[in-house]
């Protein structure tokens, strides 16, 4: 039992506490209050009856809570579907036994309503499942583990990356597992405790289910209770789509660099081409003419041949740079270029370079006309193809393909060879005018920028993949666009 002193502070502490106190008896008579009547006297107030005081009726409100204390003696606080009749702002919020033994002796009425326990629980209940909608519904992944690496969180943006479903991945898996690099979760722990428990973008790759390697930028950060570390829990950003954009980006850079290099050289090789024509033409006609008009020694005249045969040379290189820079007037019509490969083909298959070498064939059928000069196509293909024959030093596999690609707007065509492949520092410059690789007199390089020039002028685009060792594969894009073609089909 409290002393006197408890109980003088206990009174004080009711008298000071702002909101209303009172003790009824079992029969609704004021039996103490605290004083915050609005300035009514304690003598006034106790022995009436509560409802007469606090609401001016002659009988017990509906749903008093003090009614239903007495009918089942435990605490009762008014849920919010609570409706007093006449009554906008109830008093009786919360009502309390007071007990001797089994008997009731009074009940306290506070204006205040005390949160049951279920009341918290419910609240509580519905903030983890409102923590938990909004974890499985992020964007990226979210993955939390405890210091032994078991995973207590995985959503679904977790699974799209690393293709295990969350009870698998809760119960199954440890995140040192999800990881590619042996390592990496206790680098990433070390990492996180350099930096006061935060990891921002690091950039690192998990493994899928089917063990693909998947990159994936890391925002990661300690949990703690209190000073000691529990859990971890780490947010992955999926990088592929934003690496794959970025190799878009750079290989069309790439291209544009390209066509105007290409444009650029082309004015320069058709300014030195008609600069280098005429005084070729002068020493070609003037080595024909000594040869004709004067009885030479036979070495003089092997001399003036090996002049004629050089002079010749360049007087073909020349044609080639004029073919390179020159804007001819393209005679557009509608060809098929199956018909067009196959006519190549024809015309290549029975030389002696190519009686070694097995040519697939693998057309579409269905593969519709496209508007197209057919002599330059035909310069494209028969390039192309005697660059992969020459590569295979006349012995090997020449795979020829046609398809539809990219939602059917382009034509594919693929010339894939089994020569020796192009190395990378080689590949990025095959299309340069004046790159080769073979040797000296030779080649002139300028080919495949003849044949890069064809495919741009009809709006498409080619591009080449190698490996040394793995061969070389074409593969060119052309537009197929009839809506703007008004020709008529090129039946020859």
Do not use: W
């Amino acid at each position: 039992m409290p002393t006197d002193t408890e109980k003088e502070y206990l009174i004080r502490a009711l008298e000071v506490f702002k909101r209303k106190i009172l003790v009824i008896s079992t029969d609704f008579s004021i039996l103490a209050v605290n004083g915050h009547f609005n300035g009514m006297q304690e003598k006034e107030i106790v022995g009436a009856k509560c409802y007469e005081v606090l609401y001016n009726l002659s009988f017990p409100c509906e749903g008093c809570p003090a009614e239903e204390v007495k009918l089942i003696g435990k605490p009762v606080a008014i849920s919010r579907q609570t409706q007093y009749t006449g009554l906008k702002n109830p008093s009786c919020k919360y009502s309390y036994p007071i007990c001797s033994e089994k008997n009731m002796e009074a009940i306290v009425i506070l204006d205040f309503e005390i949160p049951t326990l279920e009341g918290l629980e419910e609240q509580l209940r519905y903030s983890n499942a409102f923590l938990k909608n909004l974890i499985l519904s992020a964007v990226d992944g979210i993955i939390a583990a405890d210091r032994q690496g078991k995973i207590l969180m995985f959503n679904e943006a977790a699974s799209e990356i690393c293709g295990y479903h969350e009870n698998e991945a809760v119960n199954h898996i440890n995140i040192r597992e999800i990881y590619t690099e042996k390592d990496a979760a206790y680098d990433i722990m070390a990492k996180l405790r350099e930096n006061n428990g935060k990891l921002e973008a690091y950039k690192v790759d998990v493994r899928h289910k089917d063990g693909t390697p998947i990159p994936i930028s890391l925002n990661a950060a300690i949990i703690y209770e209190g000073k000691e570390e529990v859990a971890t829990i780490g947010f992955f950003h999926d990088m592929r789509e934003k690496i794959r954009m970025k190799k878009e980006l750079e290989k069309t850079q790439i291209q544009l660099l390209q066509a105007e290099k290409m444009a650029s050289l082309g004015k320069l090789a058709a300014g030195v081409a008609h600069q280098i024509n005429n005084p070729l033409g002068g020493i070609i006609l003037f080595a024909k003419l000594m040869m004709e008009e004067y009885d030479l020694p036979e070495t003089a005249i092997e001399d003036l041949q090996r002049i004629l045969r050089d002079a010749q040379r360049c007087s073909d290189t020349v044609k080639e740079l004029l073919e390179f820079a020159r804007q001819p007037r393209q005679n557009i019509r509608l060809n098929d270029m199956n018909t067009a490969l196959s006519r190549t083909l024809f015309l290549l298959e029975n030389q002696t370079l190519f009686h070694n070498i097995e040519i697939i064939k693998d057309f579409s059928e269905d593969l519709p006309g496209i508007p197209a000069d057919i002599r330059q196509i035909n310069h494209l293909f028969m390039n192309i193809i005697l660059n992969a024959a020459e590569a295979m030093e006349g012995k090997g596999k020449l795979t020829v393909k046609t398809r539809f690609c990219a939602g059917n707007e382009f034509i594919c065509i693929e010339i894939a060879d089994t020569g020796p492949g192009i190395p990378d520092e080689v590949l990025s410059h095959i299309f340069e005018p004046f790159f080769t690789t073979k040797e000296a007199g030779k080649g002139t390089g300028l080919g495949l920028s003849l044949v890069y020039g064809i495919v741009e002028n009809h709006g498409g685009r080619i591009t080449a993949r190698s490996k040394p060792g793995e061969g070389t594969a074409f593969l060119i894009e052309l537009p197929v666009n009839p809506k703007h073609f008004k020709g008529e089909k090129d039946e020859r």
